[in-house]
Nanobody
């Protein structure tokens, strides 16, 4: 499957964005899907994930209550709604997918497929 992330941009603190991850070459609902982010000078970190076939979501503590993952199976697309943005949310956001991940491993970055990343910049 090929992944294309989009929707990033420059936004003021407190604002919102919705990132999209469009998949081609596979039925996206059959994949565990996740968002990771990498800030300048930092390691890539887990943001949130949704298990395949709508089997539950998992979020990093730092984004709980502000970020929400959803999917549109008809469009083969996953979304990341980001609210109450903070300057520390500035990062390149990557989507990822994997056919065989278990729920307990969703936060681990060993996904088989990755999108190219979309930059989110939050100004204070």
């Amino acid at each position: 499957v090929q992944l294309q992330a989009s929707g990033g941009g420059l936004v003021q603190a407190g604002g919102s964005l919705r990132l999209s991850c469009a998949a081609s070459g596979g039925t996206f609902s059959r994949y565990a899907k996740a968002w990771f982010r990498q800030a300048p000078g930092k390691e890539r970190e887990f943001v949130g994930a949704i298990h395949r076939n709508g089997g539950g979501t998992l979020y990093a503590d730092s984004v709980k209550g502000r970020f929400a993952i959803s999917g549109d199976n008809a469009k083969n697309t996953m979304y990341l709604q980001i609210n109450s943005l903070k300057p520390e949310d500035t990062a390149v956001y990557y989507c990822a997918a994997d056919r065989t991940k278990t729920y307990s491993s969703l936060a681990h970055p060993d996904y088989d497929y990755w999108g190219q990343g979309t930059l989110v910049t939050v100004s204070s």
